[in-house]
């Protein structure tokens, strides 16, 4: 049996929607056993958001894979139980309930700890557990709102939600990497500690050079679509075909590079409106001016040519679909496929590689589809699950 870097951890996840089941797909990435606990029936809602994926939510086939799903009814007492034995066994066990759920269940952090010394609880909160908001609830939109982002993303004339969930992908991030720190701790000094991650003090961190520039500034960074707001030229351009193009000049060789080998005008250089990244920036406006005049001379691909030859970072501004197809990750075979139910599909490989373990890419679970087999292992009888099941606990 292939043995993986987390083999042999037991994480048990009460997880919804985006957060924790990115931190735990990763564990189980690593070889963790993940038992995801799920409503009977629809379970996880996440499950419909969508049906794009032969039938499937695009978020939960890539949120889920490697785990095992076990249909739960936690308001009955006999689910709690089931439960509280698998917690007996496990090493981790990861929540995102709404708040004030998991104390009401008695599977808040202190009661947990109390349960079980070896057990390394982990608490995902919209804005933490205690603190004026903690009984909020929060969404990725939500907190992208409170912490200044949207204010950050989008034109001068209209701000804009990011294309992807950043805040539940930052806070699955701190999650997955505060519970390795746990696990690595308990391993060294036999303390189990608990971890909490709120997707607030999560996005907030990931905020933190807007909000120098605005503590230390005076004012915070200006909407500037794909310009940057400290550094010129750094943005898209349209070629002649009607293709963005985008570049970055990081330095004044670079400048000095662009101003004579891309250009076409060496004197600019040294011109005292250009001749500092300060002043680049001062005079955004007119250099915007020439560099825009220069790249609507050229189709894109001679102007990604021209820029790579002189040693300037640029790319075409690719759509989703130019993506998949990206020949990077055809070259580095990065996709496998992964089972779903009734299909498979095309996913990547974790990113970060670990040399001579290979990718554990095992599939996404049908709702309650290891219900049968956990219970088993708990030692129940056929008679007893069929009980159950007949009473809608599990």
Request: charged share 20%; glycine share 10%; with cysteine.
């Amino acid at each position: 049996m292939q043995r993986f870097p987390l083999s042999g951890v037991t994480v048990v996840s009460l997880e919804q929607a985006v957060a924790a089941p990115y931190a735990t797909r990763q564990l189980a990435d690593l070889g963790a056993r993940v038992i995801k606990v799920e409503r009977p029936g629809d379970g996880d809602f996440a499950r419909r958001y969508d049906t794009t994926v032969h039938g499937h939510s695009s978020y939960f086939v890539w949120l889920n894979r490697s785990k095992e799903s076990l249909t739960l009814n936690l308001k009955d007492p006999r689910g709690r139980e089931i439960l509280h034995r698998l917690l007996d066994g496990a090493d981790v066990f990861v929540q995102n309930l709404a708040p004030g759920a998991a104390g009401r269940l008695g599977l808040d952090a202190g009661s947990l700890t109390r349960h079980g010394p070896r057990l390394i609880p982990c608490t995902i909160s919209g804005y933490g557990t205690s603190g004026p908001w903690a009984d909020r609830k929060a969404y990725d939109l939500l907190v992208q709102c409170q912490t200044g982002l949207v204010s950050l993303t989008g034109t001068a004339e209209e701000t804009a939600r990011t294309g992807i969930s950043v805040a539940d992908i930052a806070a699955g991030m701190y999650a997955y990497s505060g519970i390795l720190t746990a696990l690595y701790t308990r391993a060294t000094t036999g303390e189990a500690h608990p971890v909490e991650v709120s997707l607030f003090e999560a996005l907030a961190e990931w905020m933190g050079q807007p909000a120098y520039y605005t503590r230390y500034g005076g004012t915070q960074p200006p909407r500037m679509g794909t310009q940057h707001a400290t550094i010129a030229p750094y943005g898209t351009y349209r070629a002649a075909d009607g293709r963005e193009v985008l570049f970055s000049i990081q330095n004044e060789r670079e400048w000095a590079a662009l101003c004579a080998d891309f250009l076409g005008r060496p004197e600019l250089t040294d011109d005292p409106r250009f001749s500092t990244g300060s002043a680049r920036v001062a005079h955004r406006a007119e250099l915007g001016a020439v560099v825009a005049e220069r790249v609507a001379r050229s189709g894109a691909a001679e102007i990604l040519k021209d820029l790579e030859d002189i040693g300037i970072a640029c790319a075409g501004v690719n759509d989703v679909a130019a993506f998949l197809d990206h020949p990077v990750l055809a070259a580095r075979d990065r996709w496998h496929e992964v089972p779903v139910p009734g299909a498979t599909v095309q996913a990547l490989r974790p990113p970060a590689d670990l040399a001579g373990v290979p990718a554990r890419m095992d599939p996404v679970p049908d709702v309650g589809e290891h219900t049968e087999a956990i219970l088993t292992e708990l030692g129940r009888t056929g008679e007893d699950i069929a009980a159950l099941r007949a009473d809608g606990v599990v």
